[in-house]
Every structure is written in structure tokens, then in C-alpha cells.
């Protein structure tokens, strides 16, 4: 059998029809020798493709694309470290902060009237007099604020506000009250 050795040119190339495929898969089986033939071509052309791939331009261009892959992981390692730091501090801070608000000493009194009791009077740090209800409770710091004198009352009671020159802030329940003259009456809103 007459064999055409441009049929191999053509297979390493991709080129083969498949008639032509079909001629060079039988001529590889005629002996070993035409099967050593093919096989020693077949290790050239990967030879050829590494040798391709094997230029300066390309060996830098992938040493490029790997450091900048190296240098992407590192920078998200870097981030994701302070991400985890800096979720560690604001945990600290805030149990330290809600923690605080738990533990630090309470400088206000609570006075409660329960239901069937009499009216209570109290006289605040400021000289103020404050007459609570029955079923009404009265928030109140120990020492007023110099220029503010705030307080919150659940319930029913009647003031008599000392004169100051910082007003009076009352807080009833849903309402917040800035107190200019010195006699109230706090109803809650039915």
C-alpha cells in the first residue's frame, strides 16, 4: 500500500477528513514499525505544543497571572484577619458597654404608692414637692444634674416645683414634659 505521509502532517495539524482518518488508522495497523512511527510523532507534537508555550513572553505572562494570584489570597487573608480582629474589639466593646450598664451603681430611687395605700408626699433633693397617687411609681435621681433636673413617673401625681433656673424635665409614661412654672397635676391619658 502506497501511503501519502502528508496524511500525518495533516493529523498532527487536526486537518483530517474523516476518509482520511480513516487511512492513517489502517496504515497504523499494517505493522509496529508504522505504529512506532505514529507514536514517536505523537510524543514530537507535544514536544512541539510545550515548546510553543516555552517563550519568555509566555513564562512571564504565567509567573504574572500566579504572583497576581498570590497576591489577591494575601491581601483577602490580610482583610479577613482585621475583619476578625476588628469583630473581636466591637464585641468586647459592646458586652464592656452593656456589661457597664448592668454593673455600674444606680443613682436613682424608685418610690411606688400600691394600690389601697394613701398619698405619699416626697420632697426632692431640690426642695421640689411631689405628691404620688395611689398605684404610681416616681423615678428619681439622688442628686439632681446642676442645670437639669430630670425624673419619670408611672401613674398619677401632683407637683409643686421648687424655682430653679434649669427647668424641670418630667417623663409620664409616653409623654416627656418641660416644666416652666412650679405646680402640676401628671394624669395618665385614659
Not at 496524511?7 to 477528513?17: C, H
Not at 404608692?113 to 398619698?119: H, K, R, Y
Request: include cysteine; charge should be positive.
Amino acid at each position: 500500500m502506497d501511503f501519502d505521509y502528508r496524511l500525518l502532517a495533516k493529523y498532527l495539524t487536526g486537518m483530517l477528513s474523516p476518509e482520511e482518518m480513516k487511512q492513517v488508522e489502517e496504515w497504523r495497523k499494517l505493522s509496529i514499525d508504522n505504529e512506532e512511527v505514529f507514536s514517536e510523532l505523537m510524543k514530537l507534537r507535544v514536544s512541539w505544543k510545550f515548546t510553543q508555550y516555552n517563550t519568555p513572553e509566555h513564562i512571564e505572562e504565567a509567573l504574572n497571572g500566579l504572583n497576581a494570584k498570590i497576591n489577591s489570597r494575601r491581601r483577602f487573608q490580610i482583610l479577613r484577619s482585621v475583619m476578625r480582629y476588628a469583630a473581636v474589639i466591637l464585641l468586647f466593646v459592646s458586652f464592656s458597654y452593656v456589661g457597664w450598664g448592668y454593673l455600674k451603681p444606680d443613682n436613682c430611687v424608685t418610690i411606688r404608692v400600691e394600690q389601697g395605700e394613701d398619698v405619699k408626699k416626697i420632697v426632692l433633693a431640690d426642695g421640689s414637692a411631689v405628691w404620688l397617687k395611689e398605684g404610681s411609681s416616681l423615678r428619681i435621681p439622688k442628686v439632681f444634674a446642676e442645670n437639669n433636673r430630670k425624673l419619670s413617673l408611672q401613674g398619677e401625681a401632683f407637683f409643686d416645683v421648687a424655682k430653679n433656673a434649669s427647668p424641670c424635665k418630667e417623663k409620664h409614661s409616653l409623654t416627656l414634659q418641660r416644666m416652666l412654672s412650679t405646680h402640676y397635676m401628671f394624669r395618665p391619658i385614659m
